[in-house]
Every structure is written in structure tokens, then in C-alpha cells.
């Protein structure tokens, strides 16, 4: 439809009502609306619903009609930028702006879903197809914001107690501050396109938009687009960044985060955006950055966005699940599982799957933190039946669970499904990077229950570590557990050896019992790769309950058996990022220990320094075919940016 430009609000409006369905959980009403409608709007509507669907579920054989109908909408909006040349201008923006910003949605969406498969191939593929949006980024940033975002509120008030990491940046300084600010990099591109994002002296009043119009669109949109690339760019693997690097951009992290926060805090649908984006991000470096600089400030963001995003639209399923990582993060698991079984409780609109079963996906991983392995189990089994990603991940892991009861029977049974999985989903003809890891794992089962028996059969119970404690290595489960539960592993893993550990640290000597007995002597050795993966989870429950020491003696074990070890051969870089992590906590505790005004400004850049030394030989050992590489490789990238803003709260600048 060619619209004219005074009908664009309409369109907007109509479309919008869609998108609250959307994030209501009500997919089939959300489908209805976008149907009823023919602009550009709808069609972007219409493909956000199949992207959700694709990205919250994996669900990557709906990227099709994603692409179909984003393309759709990619179209329309060109049509009408053609048209707006000849129009007059209808918002505070040069015409047009409004059908720029929406083909750059579409592109930046598309160019999104390459980067789930979490391989090398996938990130470069994400890296190409976001090119082209860049520079339209930029350029639509540089005409919207032309002074910087400093004047626009977000959505926590709230300024960071020592360190503005999160809030401010220098490229997006005004008035004062600006003489000292840094010029912002140019751009990936901007050497041919002339999109240049130098920061203005003269400080200007921040543009006012009513909620619901097309200049809210704009300015919401803008610093959503813009704070998204940036933010994707950071988080990709060094390897990948390094390509970014060469080719010319360089990615400003603090700037993209508060570029998202001035878009949450409006109310249009790129806010929504906006505080998912936060919200995931948030909820990913409380996770696996595995130390943050300042995380009350993070969760003190993390729950304004929540909050703000609860209250619109409270039966929405993306929201419930923020809801319950904060607690999961603040250290009540206990919280975080009333909270998400709530949420999947009968009475509130179930239509949107994928969103559900993020839902039941945190509660498995929560069940299985808090040693509930039975419930744990049957959580895993139940995202099969609602998610399509990794049938092959979900089995293996309840069969984890089994393993961890000592059901056996119940476990083999679930492994025997795994491989005939494994051949039914593939990524592009490749198995996904867990599905790599899997195969491993059952051939090493086997190889050492034929060495026990004779035979392969019954190999599950050659498995002495469940392989879900393991898997949950990679999503650093084990960190934000109660004591009661990380005293618990000890005592389990201790004991779940022929051998017993060569350090008795007072925590293990406290929790096993001096008459419990090992097992009996088998009819095979302990493997390196067994004895290494061990230390390494007794030295993440041991900082887990503040025993630095302990942690620090199996950190040092897993490393020296890396060397011995065959199959296992990420357990190095693991092994090495964990000792970075270690030396940041131990401080923290001195420090706290020392009292917030006696701080050991030397002592800290010594064991910041030391991190970065071990995060370097982290990466050294993350190559491409070390199992999950790439998840490690974003996890030393988080965790270098918060050495950086602890830098910075300390004034440390070598």
C-alpha cells in the first residue's frame, strides 16, 4: 500500500497494537493483527513474530518465513522511502527517516539469526549481513542525535555507585564534559560512506516525542539500532572481532548499552527491544562473565527494565523469565523456581511457545543448580516437547540427571536416543557445537566401558561424572548456588573416583565423612580427562563458598593434567579463565575484608594484571577445535571489559 505520509501514525498505531499481543504472549491474536493490515509496519510485524519464534527457540527451520516476510517489509519500506523524497517533512526528522529506520530493522534482524548456531561460520555470516546496516546506523544516529545521548533519561535513574560503565561513554559526552571526551571511531565502511560520529561541542536540548508518534519511532529506533550493533559487535568472538577490526570498526560497548537504555526507557516497540536486549545482556555477564566490577549497579539496571516492562505487560513470558534470573542471580534459587513455575502454571495465555519454553529452560538449569535431579530431568524432557533445538542436548542432560540418582537403567535409555537425534537435526549439514561435545562424550563412555567390561553395553554407568554437572561448566551453573548445595558436590565428587583428590582442602576434609570409603577398585583406571574435570568442578564450588585456597590448588591440578588429557581438551582454557575469575573474587573479599575506604590500589592492579595474563592463556588454548570455544571466547571478552571498568572505578591506568 502506498501510504501518504499522514497516514504513517495510523499505520504505526494499528501495527503496534499487534506487538502488544506479542509481548502479552498472545501470538495468534499478535498474527491477526499484522494480517489485517498491508503496510510495512505489519509486514515488519509479521516477521518479528517468526524471528521470535526462530531466535527464542532455535527454531531454525522458521528462519524462511522470517526472512520472506522481513524482506516483505524490507521492500515496503524502501517503496516508501522513494515516495518521501518528494514529500514534505511531517516529523521533526528529515522525510523519510522513519522508512530508513525500518529497513535497517529488517537487516539488522536478518543478519541476527546467523549468529545462533554459536560457530565461527555462523558469526561471520552475522558479520556480512550486518555490514550494509552500519553505515545507516551511523548515519541515522549522527542526524538524531547529533550532541550524544547524555540528556536523554533510561529507564534506571540511578547512577552506577563507583563506576558509569553501564551508563555513560565517552563518545556520547555533551556540554562540559565534551572538551575531554575521546572523538568516536569512525565506523565499519565509514571511510567510503563519510558517516562520521564526531561528538559536537554545543550542547542542545533533547528532542521530546509523544508516545505512540512517528518521531518517538525514530528516536526510540535509532538508538536501538544503534546500540544493538555496537552491543552484537562486542560480543563476538575475538577472532571474529579481529576481522571487524581490520575491515575498520571498532566497537564502543558503554556507548551501546546506553544507547539502549535511552530507547527503553520510551514506549514504543523498539523500547521493548531495547530493554530485552538489555535484559538479556545483563542476564548474560551476571552469568558467565563469571565476575562483575559492580553488580549491584547491573542488577539495580536489570530489575528498573524488568520492573518497567512487568507492569505493561504482566503476562507476558519474557518478563517473567527476567523476573526469575535476577533471583537466580541474587542468589535465590529457591525464588527463581516458584517465580518460572508460576509462570508455566495453567490460567495465563500460553499461545507463544519458544517463550514458554525459555521458561521451562531456566527452571531445568535451576532444578538441576539446586541438586533436583529428578525434577531437573523431567524439566529437560518437557522442553523437547515444545522446543525443536537439540532434542539430542535436552536427552543427554536429563540422562545426567539419572546418572546423578544412580538410575542407570533410566539414564542408558536415554543416551541410546541421543546419536538418532543427533542425525536429525543438523545446522547446515553440521551438528550444533553441543552436539560435537555429545559425540565425544558417548565414545568415550564407550571406549571406557569396553575397557571395564569387555562390551559397550550398559555404558552409562562408565560415566563416574554426570555429564550434566559437566555441561553446566558451560553455562557457569555452579556459581550462583546456596552453600548447602555446593558442599553437597563436594562431597559427591570427592568420593566419585577410584582415586581420591592429591588436596585435601578444610572444606572437603569438613564435609566427607573420614569413614566414608571410596569406591571399590573397577576394572578401569581413572582417565586424566576424568581426574581433570574433577578439580576443576571442586575448584568452582570451592570459590563458590569463599575456600579461595582450595580453589586455587584444583585450579592448579586441572591445569597441570591437561597436558595427559585426550578427549577433554577444553578443560585448559576453562581451567585458566576460572583462575582469572578466582584472582578477582579474592579480591573483592580482601577489599571488603579491608573496608570500602582502605583499598589496595596496588595490590589490585597486580591481580588485574594477573587475570588478564590468565585470560590470555585462556584464549591461547580456545582454538577452533576445542569444544565450545566460542561461548568461552565471549566469556573472556565479558570478563576483559569488566577488568577495564574496574580499572577505571580504581583509577588504575596501566
Known amino acids: 500500500m502506498d501510504a501518504a505520509p499522514q497516514d504513517t501514525e495510523a499505520q504505526l498505531r494499528a501495527a503496534r497494537v499487534g506487538f502488544d499481543y506479542l509481548f502479552a504472549n498472545d501470538l495468534q491474536k499478535a498474527r491477526d493483527t499484522f494480517a489485517a493490515g498491508d503496510s510495512p509496519f505489519h509486514a515488519m510485524g509479521h516477521g518479528v513474530c517468526a524471528f521470535l519464534e526462530a531466535a527464542l527457540g532455535m527454531e531454525t527451520g522458521l528462519m524462511a518465513e522470517a526472512s520472506r516476510l522481513l524482506a516483505l517489509s524490507e521492500a515496503g ?68 542525535y547529533p550532541n550524544g545521548l547524555d540528556e536523554y533519561a533510561t529507564p534506571a ?54 508516545e505512540g508518534t512517528v ?50 526507557a520510551k514506549t514504543d516497540v523498539h523500547a521493548v527491544f531495547a530493554g530485552l536486549s538489555l535484559m538479556t545482556y545483563h542476564g548474560v555477564v551476571l552469568l558467565l562473565a563469571g565476575y562483575q566490577a559492580d553488580e549491584e549497579h547491573i542488577l539495580r539496571q536489570y530489575r528498573a527494565i524488568v520492573d518497567k516492562l512487568e507492569a505493561r505487560y504482566p503476562t507476558g513470558s519474557l518478563w517473567i523469565l527476567n523476573r526469575a534470573k535476577i533471583l537466580r542471580m541474587s542468589y535465590d534459587p529457591d525464588g527463581a523456581i516458584k517465580v518460572l513455575q508460576d509462570g508455566l502454571a495453567p490460567g495465563l495465555p500460553h499461545t507463544f511457545a519458544q517463550a514458554d519454553g525459555l521458561l521451562l529452560f531456566e527452571l531445568a538449569w535451576t532444578l538441576l543448580s539446586q ?34 540418582l544412580k538410575n542407570y537403567e533410566k539414564a542408558q535409555e536415554l543416551l541410546d536416543q541421543v546419536p538418532e537425534l543427533i542425525e536429525k537435526r543438523k545446522i547446515g549439514g553440521k551438528d550444533l557445537p553441543t552436539e560435537v561435545f555429545i559425540k565425544k562424550k558417548l565414545a568415550f563412555y564407550k571406549e571406557q566401558q569396553t575397557i571395564a567390561t569387555g562390551s559397550e553395553a ?15 561448566l558451560f553455562w557457569n551453573t555452579h556459581t550462583r548456588i546456596t552453600k548447602d548445595a555446593a558442599l553437597a558436590h563436594i562431597q559427591d565428587w570427592a568420593t566419585c573416583l577410584s582415586t581420591p583428590p592429591e588436596f585435601k582442602s578444610d572444606t572437603l576434609t569438613s564435609v566427607v565423612d573420614k569413614e566414608q570409603t571410596l569406591p571399590p577398585p573397577t576394572d578401569r583406571p581413572d582417565t586424566a580427562d576424568e581426574l581433570a ?28 593434567r591437561q597436558p595427559a588429557i585426550q578427549v577433554s581438551t577444553w578443560v585448559g582454557g576453562v581451567a585458566w579463565f576460572e583462575f582469572a575469575v578466582l584472582d578477582l573474587k579474592e579480591m573483592d573479599s580482601k577489599s571488603d575484608e579491608a573496608g570500602g575506604d582502605n583499598v589496595d590500589t596496588d595490590a589490585w592492579a597486580r591481580a588485574l594484571k594477573g587475570a588478564l595474563e590468565k585470560l590470555d592463556k585462556a584464549l591461547s588454548l580456545a582454538t577452533q577445535q576445542v569444544d565450545l570455544s566460542s561461548r568461552l571466547d565471549s566469556r573472556i571478552a565479558m570478563l576483559k571489559d569488566e577488568i577495564a571498568s574496574k580499572k577505571e572505578m580504581l583509577g588504575i591506568t596501566a
Open 371 to 404: 541438586r533436583r535431579y529428578q525434577e531437573a530431568a523431567d524439566a529437560f524432557i518437557r522442553v523437547t516437547e515444545i522446543n525443536s533445538w537439540s532434542h539430542a542436548t535436552y536427552y543427554f542432560i536429563a540422562a545426567g540427571c539419572y546418572i546423578s
Open 458 to 472: 550398559g555404558y552409562a554407568h562408565a560415566a563416574r561424572i554426570s555429564p550434566a554437572e559437566e555441561l553446566a
Open 77 to 144: 519500506a524502501k517503496k516508501q522511502l522513494k515516495l518521501a523524497r518528494y514529500s514534505s517533512q511531517t516529523t521533526q526528522f528529515p522525510p523519510g527517516t522513519e522508512w530508513e529506520l525500518l529497513h535497517s530493522d529488517a537487516v539488522i534482524l536478518l543478519g541476527l539469526t546467523h549468529a545462533l548456531s554459536e560457530s565461527y561460520m555462523g558469526y561471520l555470516q552475522c558479520l556480512y549481513a550486518m555490514n550494509s546496516a552500519h553505515s545507516k546506523f551511523s548515519k541515522l544516529y549522527k542526524t538524531v
Open 215 to 264: 518521531d518517538e519511532l525514530i528516536l526510540s529506533g535509532t538508538a536501538f539500532g544503534y546500540g544493538l550493533f555496537n552491543l552484537v559487535f562486542s560480543l563476538l568472538p575475538a577472532k571474529i572481532r579481529g576481522v571487524v577490526g581490520f575491515l575498520g570498526f571498532q566497537h564502543d560497548r558503554k556507548l551501546a548499552l546506553r544507547a539502549l537504555a535511552v530507547s527503553a
Open 533 to 560: 574435570i574433577r578439580s576443576l568442578l571442586l575448584a568452582i564450588v570451592h570459590r563458590t563458598v569463599g575456600d579461595f585456597s582450595g580453589s586455587r590448588a584444583f585450579l592448579e591440578d586441572a591445569i597441570a
Open 157 to 210: 535513574a540511578s547512577a552506577p555507585g563507583s563506576r558509569a560503565a553501564s551508563i555513560r561513554s565517552e563518545a556520547s559526552a555533551t556540554g562540559s564534559t565534551a572538551a575531554a571526551a575521546k572523538p568516536a571511531k569512525s565506523g565499519f565502511f565509514s571511510r567510503f560512506t563519510g558517516a562520521s560520529l564526531a561528538v559536537p561541542t554545543a550542547p542542545r536540548t533533547p528532542i521530546n516525542a509523544a
